[in-house]
């Protein structure tokens, strides 16, 4: 059983900046797929960023490319997700994902991050 560990979020104003980070237990994690998911209130469970377990390829979704960067240490088991210029509409519950092959839809994670809060203010 993989163990994925999230920061916590935080409250920033718009224009702003956080950088979320999750820690796996297991060393096996760094041939994982990494990324991360958000949920925002009244709506479905999103994909913002997957990577790679070489790290070498990156996915992000329209919304949030330009503005993210999602970026993973083997040696430390943690995937880490810098969000800059954060606009009120990134609001929403940030979980981290590990999955054995790729990681494109909520079904192919095969473990979660327990979830933090990112609040945005205009």
């Known amino acids: 059983q993989v163990q994925l560990v999230e920061s916590a979020g935080g409250l920033v104003q718009a224009g702003g900046s956080l950088r979320l980070s999750c820690v796996a237990s297991?060393?096996?994690?760094?041939?994982?797929?990494m990324g991360w998911f958000r949920q925002a209130p009244g709506k479905e469970r999103e994909r913002v960023a997957s990577?790679?377990?070489?790290?070498?390829?990156?996915f992000y979704s329209d919304s949030v490319k330009g503005r993210f960067t999602i970026s993973r240490d083997n040696t430390k088991r943690t995937v880490y997700l810098q969000m800059d210029s954060l606009k009120p509409e990134d609001t929403a519950v940030y979980y981290c994902?590990?999955?054995?092959?790729?990681?494109?839809?909520?079904?192919?994670?095969?473990?979660w991050g327990q979830g933090t809060q990112v609040t945005v203010s205009s």
């Open positions: 990577i790679t377990w070489t790290g070498t390829a990156t």
């Open positions: 297991e060393r096996t994690s760094s041939t994982y797929a």
């Open positions: 994902a590990a999955a054995r092959g790729v990681l494109i839809r909520e079904k192919d994670a095969d473990y």
